[in-house]
């Protein structure tokens, strides 16, 4: 596809002049790029196979605070390097920078032997690598939403990000003539990923003022997640340059609608079969999407951290507002935590709709993983369908509701310990127990303006 590179086409390409720089990066606990911009011809002669970062990196939060209590990094010990290993699988153009080029890396220790454990990367990849043992692989998407202001990132920083002006008036879902109107930025960031080797199936308005959806090719589940990090970044830095600025907040705006990241997901076996598809059962499901859907809703409160990974994102799940309440599955229902799409056909998924703009789309997806494979292992059984609205239901699981639920769920979680290790989960609790201690000591604007006078 446009966009994509070799190491020899990078070679002439640099030797050429087309490409003068090269960004290296890793990704964060956040799911956000990290790295350095090389110098075109020092990749190409020696850093594409190694580069240097501090190890902080994956022990930071998103104010990038060196935070305390990790065990696998400290100031005691002295905040040493990690390796990064490029992919050159991912090695691609970027559009929409000046002779530039990314690669994505791998992230080991110091002496390049191991991938670090707590990596998003080497944690999704441990679980695509228990599937492909068990014969399978899975194909993931993701739809991101966020919201497109007028403002730019410096304006809406000096203002506090107060009185924000989104750059639609009014709700753009499916609105053709609305939704023209941010097409200067929309167009370029579909173009822009279009050539980085990102394919891109559409855009939309979405559910509120200013909201848009970027929906991008479904591909195996390492793929997928490269593409949704690649998209997030190339959202921004576009925006950025058009001198408007996005969000990717769960829930930015009390009054207005929350960003959503649905996952859809189904497996195939590794010779190309759809093996959620079974021509003869109700709906098309087989015994193993049956299973896996079993699986999902049996860990689905274990996982919600990765899914929504700080206290704002808790704000979303709001009844009548398409973020679900209720960890159930329904057929074609968006009220439903996990929606079936494509019943009786061999496009046949699981769409979980609990997750957030704001996730890091490596862990999210590793989490449903881990949640499926229980399923598959344990052969669970499939609850009938929920019918109706699902906001209303009763006597059903709730998804959590706070950080500090999902914090005790996912302490407490024998599925997600023994899918990624009990380090790897303690290191992600640290993260979020900092988060909500951070957010406990923090005097908001809400309380000022609801005490300062009248308490």
């Given at each position: 596809?446009?966009?994509?590179l070799?190491?020899?086409?990078?070679?002439?390409?640099?030797?050429?002049?087309?490409?003068?720089?090269?960004?290296?990066?890793?990704?964060?606990?956040?799911?956000?790029?990290?790295?350095?911009?090389?110098?075109?011809?020092?990749?190409v002669?020696?850093?594409w196979?190694?580069?240097?970062?501090?190890?902080?990196?994956?022990?930071?939060?998103?104010?990038?605070?060196t935070v305390?209590?990790?065990?696998?990094?400290?100031?005691?010990?002295?905040?040493?390097?990690?390796?990064?290993?490029?992919?050159?699988?991912?090695?691609?153009?970027?559009?929409?920078?000046?002779?530039?080029?990314?690669?994505?890396?791998?992230?080991?220790?110091?002496?390049?032997?191991a991938?670090?454990?707590?990596?998003?990367?080497?944690?999704?990849?441990?679980?695509?690598?228990r599937?492909?043992?068990m014969g399978?692989?899975?194909?993931?998407?993701?739809?991101?939403?966020?919201?497109?202001?007028?403002?730019?990132?410096?304006?809406?920083?000096?203002?506090?990000?107060?009185?924000?002006?989104?750059?639609?008036?009014?709700n753009?879902?499916?609105?053709?003539?609305?939704?023209?109107?941010?097409?200067?930025?929309?167009?370029?960031?579909?173009?822009?990923?279009?050539?980085?080797?990102?394919?891109?199936e559409?855009?939309?308005?979405?559910?509120?003022?200013?909201?848009?959806?970027?929906?991008?090719?479904?591909?195996?589940?390492l793929?997928?997640?490269?593409?949704?990090?690649?998209?997030?970044n190339?959202?921004?830095?576009?925006?950025?340059?058009?001198?408007?600025s996005?969000?990717?907040?769960?829930?930015?705006?009390?009054?207005?609608?929350?960003?959503?990241?649905?996952?859809?997901?189904?497996?195939?076996?590794?010779?190309?079969?759809?093996?959620?598809?079974?021509?003869?059962?109700?709906?098309?499901?087989?015994d193993?999407m049956?299973?896996y859907?079993?699986?999902?809703?049996?860990?689905?409160?274990?996982?919600t951290?990765?899914?929504?990974?700080?206290?704002?994102?808790y704000?979303?799940?709001?009844?009548?507002?398409?973020?679900?309440?209720?960890?159930?599955?329904?057929?074609d229902?968006?009220?439903?935590?996990?929606?079936?799409?494509?019943?009786?056909?061999?496009?046949?998924?699981?769409?979980?709709?609990?997750?957030?703009?704001?996730?890091?789309?490596?862990?999210?997806?590793?989490?449903?993983?881990?949640?499926?494979?229980?399923?598959?292992?344990?052969?669970?059984?499939?609850?009938?369908?929920?019918?109706?609205?699902?906001?209303?239901?009763?006597?059903?699981?709730?998804?959590?509701?706070?950080?500090?639920?999902?914090?005790?769920?996912?302490?407490?979680?024998?599925?997600?310990?023994?899918?990624?290790?009990?380090?790897?989960v303690?290191?992600?609790?640290?993260?979020a127990?900092?988060?909500?201690s951070?957010?406990?000591?923090?005097v908001?604007d809400?309380?000022v303006?609801?005490?300062?006078?009248?308490?």
């Amino acid at each position: 596809m446009a966009g994509r590179l070799t190491l020899d086409e990078l070679k002439q390409a640099v030797a050429d002049g087309t490409i003068d720089t090269v960004i290296v990066a890793q990704v964060d606990m956040q799911g956000r790029l990290m790295g350095k911009r090389m110098q075109g011809e020092y990749f190409v002669e020696s850093a594409w196979k190694e580069v240097h970062s501090c190890n902080y990196l994956l022990a930071t939060d998103l104010e990038m605070t060196t935070v305390e209590g990790y065990k696998s990094t400290s100031w005691e010990a002295g905040y040493g390097d990690y390796t990064m290993r490029p992919d050159l699988s991912t090695l691609r153009r970027v559009p929409w920078l000046e002779g530039t080029a990314l690669v994505l890396c791998d992230v080991l220790d110091h002496h390049g032997h191991a991938e670090v454990p707590h990596g998003p990367r080497a944690i999704l990849k441990k679980q695509i690598a228990r599937l492909e043992a068990m014969g399978m692989k899975a194909m993931m998407a993701t739809e991101l939403e966020f919201f497109l202001f007028r403002d730019s990132y410096d304006a809406a920083h000096a203002a506090g990000y107060r009185n924000l002006a989104t750059l639609s008036n009014y709700n753009a879902d499916y609105h053709i003539f609305q939704t023209t109107k941010e097409e200067d930025v929309i167009r370029a960031i579909r173009n822009g990923l279009q050539g980085a080797d990102v394919p891109v199936e559409n855009s939309k308005g979405e559910a509120d003022a200013g909201q848009c959806e970027i929906n991008v090719r479904y591909a195996d589940a390492l793929t997928m997640a490269d593409r949704h990090a690649i998209t997030k970044n190339a959202c921004k830095e576009i925006a950025w340059a058009k001198g408007r600025s996005i969000s990717f907040m769960a829930k930015w705006n009390t009054d207005a609608a929350g960003n959503s990241s649905h996952i859809h997901q189904s497996l195939w076996s590794l010779d190309g079969r759809p093996l959620f598809h079974d021509p003869d059962a109700e709906n098309g499901m087989s015994d193993t999407m049956r299973h896996y859907m079993a699986g999902l809703l049996h860990n689905a409160r274990d996982v919600t951290l990765f899914l929504a990974p700080y206290v704002n994102s808790y704000k979303r799940f709001v009844k009548g507002t398409f973020a679900p309440t209720k960890a159930v599955w329904s057929l074609d229902n968006r009220t439903a935590g996990f929606r079936v799409c494509g019943a009786g056909t061999k496009a046949v998924r699981v769409e979980c709709r609990v997750g957030g703009a704001d996730l890091n789309p490596y862990l999210a997806m590793a989490a449903l993983l881990a949640a499926g494979i229980d399923g598959i292992e344990n052969e669970r059984a499939l609850e009938p369908a929920f019918v109706g609205d699902a906001y209303g239901g009763t006597g059903v699981p709730e998804v959590p509701t706070t950080l500090r639920e999902a914090i005790a769920a996912l302490d407490g979680s024998e599925t997600m310990r023994r899918a990624f290790g009990d380090d790897v989960v303690d290191h992600y609790l640290h993260a979020a127990s900092w988060e909500q201690s951070e957010y406990d000591r923090k005097v908001t604007d809400w309380e000022v303006a609801r005490g300062f006078e009248r308490a």
